[in-house]
């Protein structure tokens, strides 16, 4: 895990006070949610069953341990999760080696906000040595802290991850401003008490109050993320 000394708060002429950015990463950052699905198919098909693609909802975004603990017990695998889980990052970790791509919108972002020092966290459900794969292609510069799902008691959807982000660079949850991409996602950041950006990738997310839906990250840059945020 990567951390900083907590930076200060940051204020702007129109009364913004934005102190943090928290991203997600895969389906945000990068376009891998369906990489994992497609590694899922693999491996069950590699065990003699077919995934119905209606699951591809239900495991888009949650914890790998939620996500293979469903799959077993809805195929019936012969197969223990703790087993799953390396067959699933062991794929992973082969496909994003052969290719990674950067979701539209996703090196600008990141590149304005570095420019401009506001403090920043990739905040993931995927473990550590998969967070640590995708930074060499994002650029670990970027980020002043990381948080893996394996690193925290609780990933998302509890508030956990985005807590531990929002504390590890001195903010306040609710003067942070959080880019998502799953309903889980969006969940556990609003249970932080977050300010919410949604690009839904796999599935739809709703607009509601306090939460903004956005279809690329082509429409977020740094004053659109001030605006979330005013002094009350």
């Not at 950041?189 to 956005?214: F, I, L």
């Not at 279809?215 to 840059?221: A, C, R, W």
């Amino acid at each position: 895990m990567t951390s900083t000394v907590p930076a200060p708060l940051t204020r702007t002429a129109d009364g913004s006070a934005l102190q943090a950015v928290l991203l997600d990463m895969d389906g945000t950052l990068v376009d891998t949610e369906g990489f994992w699905w497609d590694v899922e198919v693999e491996v069950f098909a590699a065990l003699g069953h077919t995934l119905d693609d209606s699951w591809r909802h239900v495991v888009v975004g949650g914890p790998m341990t939620r996500s293979a603990g469903f799959l077993i017990e809805a195929t019936g695998a012969d197969i223990t999760l703790p087993e799953l889980t390396v067959l699933l990052n062991q794929g992973f970790e082969d496909r994003i080696g052969r290719s990674l791509p950067l979701m539209p919108g996703a090196t600008r972002l990141l590149a304005e906000l570095s420019a401009h020092r506001i403090p920043t966290a990739l905040v993931s459900a995927s473990h550590r040595r998969i967070i640590d794969r995708v930074l060499d292609s994002l650029g670990r510069r970027h980020f002043a802290l990381t948080v893996a799902g394996d690193e925290v008691p609780r990933t998302k959807p509890h508030p956990d991850p985005y807590l531990f982000a929002a504390a590890g660079l001195g903010a306040d949850p609710a003067r942070c401003a959080v880019v998502e991409d799953t309903a889980t996602g969006v969940a556990a950041a609003e249970a932080a008490g977050c300010q919410v950006v949604v690009v839904p990738s796999v599935a739809p997310v709703p607009a509601a109050p306090g939460r903004t839906v956005v279809t690329s990250l082509e429409e977020v840059d740094l004053t659109f993320l001030r605006g979330l945020i005013t002094l009350r």
